[in-house]
């Protein structure tokens, strides 16, 4: 399985427990910043050891053809973790498709970093993993997110009222995709 994809400034890499230090770091440095737009996490859910087995688990999860969970690094600094982008919950069969998530440290926000990210792993997922659509789900009020996605040529399809539980509170959520270019067989 390959674990690790390059863009023009970044590496987008599949990390395992080896790398739970530089994750956690990331994390800490992006949770004040995320926690609008974020899940309410367990207490111990930066903690070195539960890092370590979250990155286990995700690579069981790639290697069962389940998500692809990428960590972005700058090439000039492999070491460090700056963001992810993922591909989760993904179906085969007549649907081939997959949800977008991705988050970025607050210090290298407005750089471009992100889109080139999702371009990139839009790539991976139609021309490696073989998806036939991608979704993304982002709060109306995420405005950064949305363009990125935008950016990225995903189309608005909606809106999924109460879509998911954000910081202890029912959000709704627009619906964005994007199909693969691949023209059907």
Not at 6 to 17: A, D, I, Q, W
Not at 91 to 114: C, E, H, S
Not at 153 to 171: C, D, H, M, N, T
Request: hydrophobic share 45%; glycine share 8%; with cysteine.
């Amino acid at each position: 399985m390959l674990t690790t994809w390059e863009t023009n400034r970044l590496l987008l890499r599949v990390l395992g427990p080896d790398s739970a230090a530089a994750v956690r770091e990331y994390g800490l440095r992006s949770a004040e910043y995320h926690r609008p737009f974020d899940p309410i996490r367990p207490t111990d859910y930066w903690e070195l050891p539960v890092v370590a087995d979250r990155l286990v688990a995700q690579l069981l999860e790639a290697q069962s053809d389940r998500s692809l969970c990428l960590f972005i690094s700058p090439k000039e600094d492999p070491g460090l973790v700056i963001g992810a982008v993922n591909l989760r919950n993904v179906i085969r069969g007549a649907m081939l498709g997959a949800t977008l998530g991705y988050g970025l440290a607050p210090d290298v926000v407005g750089k471009g970093y992100m889109t080139e990210s999702v371009r990139r792993v839009v790539e991976i997922a139609f021309d490696e993993l073989g998806l036939h659509r991608i979704e993304a789900n982002i709060m109306p009020r995420n405005v950064r997110s949305l363009a990125v996605v935008e950016r990225a040529g995903f189309v608005r399809e909606g809106l999924s009222p109460r879509y998911l539980q954000i910081a202890g509170k029912w959000e709704d959520h627009v619906r964005l995709a994007r199909v693969s270019d691949a023209r059907d067989e």
